[in-house]
């Protein structure tokens, strides 16, 4: 089994940062890319960024120039930094990750729980 834990969620004011982490864990071969989505209550889950096994990045544009993807490969933790917050991006936050478990050939993908993130304005 393959487990991912997110962490950092919060509350914080507009204008202000936060940053995520998210920790992949269990029987995993390889990892390939890793990223961030994202719920707001009555909308779909949306891709806000990804980061690939190279270190390719690709972000939603609404957030880029505010948020970073990075990840620790050694680890397998994949991590958000989120500044100049604004109340749009209020939402739960999941980390996704594709993998190869132990003993099979194909690759999977796997989720967080999700983490809360709510900005005040």
């Known amino acids: 089994q393959v487990q991912l834990v997110e962490s950092g969620g919060g509350l914080v004011q507009a204008g202000g940062s936060l940053r995520l982490s998210c920790a992949a864990s269990?029987?995993?071969?390889?990892?390939?890319?890793m990223g961030w989505y994202r719920q707001a209550a009555g909308k779909q889950r949306e891709l806000v960024a990804v980061?690939?096994?190279?270190?390719?990045?690709n972000y939603a544009g609404s957030v880029k120039g505010r948020f970073s993807i990075s990840r620790d490969n050694a680890n397998l933790t994949v991590y958000l930094q989120m500044n100049s917050l604004k109340p749009e991006d209020t939402a739960v936050y999941y980390c996704?990750?594709?993998?190869?478990?132990?003993?099979?050939?194909?690759?999977?993908?796997?989720w967080g729980q999700g983490t809360q993130v709510t900005v005040s304005s």
């Open positions: 996704n990750g594709e993998g190869v478990v132990i003993g099979s050939l194909f690759y999977k993908s796997f």
């Open positions: 980061i690939s096994s190279d270190g390719r990045t």
């Open positions: 269990g029987s995993i071969r390889s990892m390939n890319a």
